[in-house]
């Protein structure tokens, strides 16, 4: 079966004043009416210059961030601006660039369980309604989980440039769960062992949402929580990203080449709720191409999440199950309880 691709639709929609009806939100989710107007949400921002100096002040930072807002931007975090320009160069041209047919070679299976490769539907879709989004799923750390089948092998630099941001990523990784670790007064390595250590899976996405002639009818991607430990991501240039907050819907203030994190259910799980899971939504543009790469921290689908035990007592019992991961996102995605 032909599946229509947002990056045509667009093409066919563009200059009219309409777009499909199955890309429609219901009243309470569109944007133009749910978003708190004129206001630009700065989410905290956390230097990670000079860590080892600065060690106590940031791990306080993070901890503060990650329990009361869910989502933080890390400036100085050690990533190169070119190894983050060269990932966004390659994930631009292979949407941009490519003829569609060498594009459909790595989309995903219909059949298959996995995530990963080119897709455009995602989750059970509410009511029919899908996502104005484009996406390409691929796993990039650590070795034994990639599968280049769903790599892209163009533009030819594609394999190099993310090889090289996963490598630096994971050094930022390494600070961050040391840094939520003891923030919730744990040895730094307890909430790393408790996540899976070296097995940690490394999920790349990257978003494509094309203009759309009704920005205030459609979202790129619906509101939810991501169901990572954390999710580490880079946007290009163009404003989308909103947070729940209070009551409202706001829109977030970028810095350029910042990395932005947000906590997922995983970690808010692991921290018995200290830390909160971030509710965030995407809104997409009129007239310019709006790209994100998100990269989700997973667990292996056999590995057991449940909160830290010592962080658990008669005054504080367990606020989740423990549960494989496979479990936890079967019921998420068929929307069960938990």
Not at 4 to 22: C, F, L, N, W
Not at 305 to 320: H, R
Request: aromatic residues 10%; hydrophobic residues 35%; negative net charge.
């Amino acid at each position: 079966m032909e599946v229509a691709r947002v990056q045509a639709v667009a093409s066919i929609t563009k200059g009219m004043d309409t777009i499909p009806s199955e890309y429609i939100r219901s009243e309470s989710e569109r944007p133009a009416a749910t978003t708190l107007h004129g206001v630009v949400l700065q989410v905290p921002v956390i230097d990670l210059s000079d860590v080892d100096v600065n060690e106590g002040k940031i791990v306080k930072e993070i901890a503060k961030a990650s329990k009361e807002w869910g989502i933080f931007q890390m400036i100085n975090h050690g990533i190169p601006d070119e190894v983050i320009a060269n990932l966004q160069k390659v994930g631009k041209e292979f949407f941009e660039e490519l003829p569609q047919e060498e594009k459909e070679l790595i989309a995903k299976n219909p059949r298959s369980q996995s995530i990963e490769g080119y897709g455009t539907s995602l989750q059970k879709e509410v009511e029919g309604k899908k996502g104005w989004v484009d996406h390409l799923f691929h796993k990039i750390w650590p070795p034994s989980a990639i599968n280049y089948c769903y790599w892209p092998k163009n533009p030819p630099s594609y394999r190099e440039a993310n090889e090289e941001y996963a490598k630096r990523l994971r050094e930022v990784v390494d600070k961050m769960f040391k840094s939520l670790s003891l923030g919730l007064g744990l040895e730094a390595h307890e909430m790393m062992e408790a996540a899976g250590g070296k097995d940690i899976v490394y999920l790349l996405k990257i978003n494509y949402y094309p203009p759309c002639p009704r920005p205030d009818l459609a979202l790129g991607v619906v509101a939810h929580t991501d169901m990572s430990y954390i999710t580490l991501l880079v946007p290009n240039e163009v404003q989308g990203l909103q947070v729940f907050k209070d009551g409202h819907w706001y829109d977030v203030n970028y810095i350029t080449n910042a990395l932005i994190v947000h906590i997922g259910d995983q970690v808010e799980i692991l921290s018995n709720g200290e830390y909160k899971s971030v509710y965030h939504r995407t809104t997409v543009n009129k007239d310019k191409i709006r790209m994100s790469w998100p990269v989700f921290l997973e667990p292996p689908s056999e590995h057991e999440v449940g909160p830290i035990p010592k962080l658990v007592n008669e005054a504080n019992p367990p606020k989740f199950k423990t549960k494989k991961y496979k479990d936890y996102v079967y019921c998420k995605i068929n929307k069960l309880p938990q």
